[in-house]
Nanobody, 116 residues
Framework: VQLVESGGGLVQPGGSLRLSCAASGFTFSMYYMSWVRQAPGKGLEWVSDINSGGSTTRYADSVKGRFTIARDNAKNTLYLQMNSLKPEDTALYYC??????????RGQGTQVTVSS
């Protein structure tokens, strides 16, 4: 099983980023997938998840209305569109197979830094 995140970077407050997670080594279309994040000095925080078919999504209150999770099962790829970014969104973002902060395995993460 391999999960490889990409798309992170430095962005100004109010900006946008789109994270991607390329999955391999398992039948991607059969699994719920999640995004979780870890800010400096803090614990792991669940951000969003999506069911196997992509029809049901959930979001943490802190990102609701700003982030959108999606998946392309034909491409074995998970996405997180992040708009209206805030400094408090600064974190290492991981995609993970399964639900919640116990979802496993996770990728190596992609750093998102929101700063002016």
């Amino acid at each position: 099983v391999q999960l490889v995140e990409s798309g992170g970077g430095l962005v100004q407050p109010g900006g946008s980023l789109r994270l991607s997670c390329a999955a391999s080594g398992f039948t991607f279309s059969m699994y719920y997938m999640s995004w979780v994040r870890q800010a400096p000095g803090k614990g792991l925080e669940w951000v969003s998840d999506i069911n196997s078919g992509g029809s049901t999504t959930r979001y943490a209150d802190s990102v609701k209305g700003r982030f959108t999770i999606a998946r392309d099962n034909a491409k074995n790829t998970l996405y997180l569109q992040m708009n209206s970014l805030k400094p408090e969104d600064t974190a290492l973002y991981y995609c993970a197979r399964g639900l919640g902060t116990t979802a496993w395995p996770r990728g190596q993460g992609t750093q998102v830094t929101v700063s002016s």
